[in-house]
Nanobody, 114 residues
Framework: VQLQASGGGLVQAGGSLRLSCAAS????????MGWYRQAPGKQRELVAT???????NYQDSVKGRFTISRDTAKNTVYLQMNSLKSEDTAVYYC?????????WGQGTQVTVSS
């Protein structure tokens, strides 16, 4: 199983970015996909998750600004990030959790300038 993340970059505060993460390999239909982030000097934290049934969960600080979605047929998860703040600056990682284990993407840098 491999995950390929893309879509990071540099954006001004208040701007938007859309992250994508495509999973390939043996993907079980029942799974959870999500986005995590790690800022310099901090631990990796959950940003948002979405189940194969479409249930979502968000970190409080991104509620109302970020939207997670998925295309099950393409095994792809998206993170639409609006109203970005400097504190959203981090490396963003996608994750796929299923019965065979947890799989992580390589990370994509998001930098928000104030």
């Amino acid at each position: 199983v491999q995950l390929q993340a893309s879509g990071g970059g540099l954006v001004q505060a208040g701007g938007s970015l859309r992250l994508s993460c495509a999973a390939s390999g043996s993907i079980f239909s029942i799974n959870v996909m999500g986005w995590y982030r790690q800022a310099p000097g901090k631990q990796r934290e959950l940003v948002a998750t979405i189940t194969s049934g479409g249930n979502t969960n968000y970190q409080d600080s991104v509620k109302g600004r970020f939207t997670i979605s998925r295309d099950t047929a393409k095994n792809t998860v998206y993170l639409q990030m609006n109203s970005l703040k400097s504190e959203d600056t981090a490396v963003y990682y996608c994750r796929l959790a299923m019965r065979t284990g947890d799989y992580w993407g390589q990370g994509t840098q998001v930098t928000v300038s104030s």
